[in-house]
């Protein structure tokens, strides 16, 4: 699957914590494109908001989870690449597609353009 025929498959999907969130969402996206599944061990450790967001403090933080299970960073990012990023002072998951980044949050599928500042870590997949 392309990355423009993930996101609008992800697009008509309701936002669920621990199934369908911004971590979630890229790891679905580094699994079909590796068999590699970066989540593999966390798959039904959260559920919702609260107990989602005390996996994350318990573990390091989503900086640390991501980096972890995905190794070796880059700065030069491919179409595709997933990143932590920062948004507005929190982490967040993101995918590349060569010139925004794509998130899910609870309320939907956003686009946007980010400095190369607020991309804390980022991974090319393919």
């Given at each position: 699957?392309?990355?423009?025929?993930?996101?609008?498959?992800?697009?008509?999907?309701?936002?669920?914590?621990?199934?369908?969130?911004?971590?979630?969402f890229c790891?679905?996206?580094?699994?079909?494109?590796?068999?590699?599944?970066?989540?593999?061990?966390?798959?039904?450790?959260?559920?919702?908001?609260?107990?989602?967001?005390?996996?994350?403090?318990?573990?390091?933080?989503?900086?640390?989870?991501?980096?972890n299970r995905?190794?070796?960073?880059?700065?030069?990012l491919d179409?595709?690449?997933?990143?932590?990023?920062?948004?507005?002072?929190?982490?967040?998951?993101?995918?590349?597609?060569?010139?925004?980044?794509?998130?899910?949050?609870?309320?939907?599928?956003?686009?946007?353009?980010?400095?190369?500042?607020?991309?804390?870590?980022?991974?090319?997949?393919?």
């Open positions: 699957m392309n990355l423009g025929e993930y996101i609008k498959a992800a697009t008509g999907r309701k936002f669920e914590w621990g199934n369908h969130d911004c971590s979630t790891a679905h996206w580094v699994f079909s494109n590796t068999d590699y599944d970066p989540m593999h061990d966390i798959w039904g450790r959260y559920d919702d908001e609260k107990s989602g967001r005390e996996f994350i403090l318990q573990n390091g933080g989503l900086l640390e989870l991501w980096t995905m190794g070796v960073y880059t700065e030069r179409e595709g690449a997933v990143g932590v990023l920062d948004i507005a002072g929190e982490h967040m998951m993101g995918i590349f597609t060569g010139e925004r980044w794509i998130m899910l949050m609870e309320s939907g599928i956003k686009a946007i353009r980010l400095p190369s500042a607020k991309i804390v870590r980022a991974w090319n997949i393919g």
